[in-house]
């Protein structure tokens, strides 16, 4: 069974802090991505990577940075926590190929800016 | 803009009956579309992809209809048990360079003993 697992389940930041989220995924899956979940809103994509060392923006990629230095470890970076960033946050992985793989998801860390 | 609509409402229905969730989209042309499950507090888990040419899956209980014209998906799952209680999610993908999806916000299921 493919595993993706998330550094922290809940997470309580003060505005102004740097945050890492941390997703390892153990299946040598290429593909990573970066998701948050918020209420009305669906699973809306900050950053996704095809390779080791290789990032692209998703749709809402403003005030987040991440890092993929090893293939099985994709890091999100919140640089200066805001209160407009407390959501749910979700990491997911994939085989690379067609277009029509499967992403596989890991538990989500849920993350409180005070 | 391109738009996922599912229905916001949950839907209550009765154990043993067939739920039926809808997934309408717009200015968006999606060569295949995938349903996945998610459950409170829990990542979303994979059920079933459709492509574009087909008009219908199915896997165990569970069918989905894939409508181009209508730019429509229907996700059906028969003999509903309170087990499948959950939220449903609908994801479009284009099927040409890098997979990204693009997800509706999902519609609850709750199913009543």
């Known amino acids: 069974d493919v595993k993706v697992t998330q550094s922290s389940r809940y997470l309580v930041k003060r505005t102004g802090e740097k945050v890492f989220l941390e997703c390892v995924q153990d299946?040598?899956?290429?593909?990573m991505f970066w998701y948050r979940q918020d209420p009305g809103l669906g699973l809306r994509l900050i950053y996704f990577?095809?390779?080791?060392?290789?990032?692209e923006k998703g749709d809402i990629p403003e005030g987040y940075s991440v890092s993929r230095e090893k293939k099985e470890r994709f890091s999100l970076i919140l640089e200066s926590a805001s209160t407009n960033q407390t959501s749910m946050y979700l990491c997911?992985?994939?085989?690379?190929?067609?277009?029509?793989?499967?992403?596989?998801f890991g538990p989500g860390t849920r993350l409180l800016v005070l | 803009s391109q738009k996922i609509e599912q229905n916001s409402e949950a839907l209550n229905i009765q154990e043993g009956k067939t739920a039926t969730l809808t997934c309408n989209y717009t200015?968006?042309?999606?060569?295949?579309l995938q349903w996945y499950r998610q459950d409170p507090g829990r990542g979303p888990v994979f059920l079933l992809l459709?492509?574009?040419?087909?008009k219908e899956k199915r896997k165990e209980r569970l069918k989905v209809t894939f409508d181009t014209t209508l730019k429509q998906s229907l996700f059906h799952i028969t003999a509903s048990q309170p087990a499948d209680s959950a939220t449903y999610l609908c994801?479009?993908?284009?099927?040409?360079?890098?997979?990204?999806?693009?997800f509706g916000t999902g519609t609850r299921l709750l199913v009543s003993p």
């Open positions: 997911a992985s994939s085989l690379p190929g067609g277009g029509e793989e499967t992403q596989y």
């Open positions: 299946m040598d899956h290429e593909n």
């Open positions: 990577s095809y390779d080791v060392k290789m990032k």
């Open positions: 200015n968006y042309s999606p060569a295949y």
């Open positions: 459709i492509r574009e040419n087909e």
């Open positions: 994801a479009l993908g284009r099927g040409t360079g890098f997979q990204k999806l693009v």
